[in-house]
Nanobody, 113 residues
Framework: QVQLVESGGGLVQPGGSLRLSCAAS????????VGWYRQTPGEQRELVAL???????HYVESVKGRFTVSRDNIKNTVYLQMNYLKPEDTALYYC???????WGQGTQVTVSS
């Protein structure tokens, strides 16, 4: 069974930055696109960014220019650099191997003054 472990969340002031990491067991990311999703209470989980197996990034409009997704295939880790954070970015952030049933446990991001 694939294990995905997110880390890097925390409390940050508006305008601040955080870097999330998602580490996979073995070579689970090889050949797969990996997405970062977020969810707030009572809302559906939404995709905010994904990185293809070739490293190509895609973003939802609300985070373009502020978030950067990347991957390190040697370390089997995917990152989400989040800059210029806003209160509406507050959510539980998950990574997910696109097309699989594999999800991490999530890492909480709270943007508040």
């Amino acid at each position: 069974q694939v294990q995905l472990v997110e880390s890097g969340g925390g409390l940050v002031q508006p305008g601040g930055s955080l870097r999330l990491s998602c580490a996979a067991s073995g070579s689970a990311f090889d050949g797969n696109s990996v997405g970062w999703y977020r969810q707030t209470p009572g809302e559906q989980r939404e995709l905010v960014a994904l990185v293809t197996s070739a490293g190509g990034p895609h973003y939802v409009e609300s985070v373009k220019g502020r978030f950067t997704v990347s991957r390190d295939n040697i370390k089997n880790t995917v990152y989400l650099q989040m800059n210029y954070l806003k209160p509406e970015d507050t959510a539980l952030y998950y990574c997910h191997i696109i097309g699989s049933r594999d999800w991490g446990q999530g890492t909480q991001v709270t943007v508040s003054s």
